[in-house]
């Protein structure tokens, strides 16, 4: 994937996902339902979307600079791309859900993560 413009976290460029997927969901009321008849009816509240970064072999540097972005912080300024705005990145703040990654390669002298995955929900 290539992008004109890179993707940051509080002033931190990330290197570039080999996927990014960007998630649109509507969040209703306690009100939301179908009635008798099975007519729906839904009442939204929000929309929020979210983005999920997967980075599929990274160094173990690599890893640390990304997820030491986000640790313990209980939320972040992203720039990041929004299919529903072409053209152009945004910026705005988010929190960081689950992180996972998987070890790849720990022997010496390469050390690799695979599939590290972080997820930014808008807040």
Known sequence: MKWKNPFIVDGITLPTPDE???GIEDLSSDETGRTLDGTMHKDVVAV??????IWKSVSWETAA????AVDGKTSVQLTYADPRYPNRFLRNR??????????NNLNDPVHTWKDLTLQFTRI
């Open 65 to 68: 600079k990304i997820l030491n």
């Open 20 to 22: 990014y997927k960007p």
């Open 94 to 103: 988010f929190y960081v859900g689950k992180r996972t990654c998987s070890a």
């Open 48 to 53: 929020k979307d979210y983005y999920e970064f």
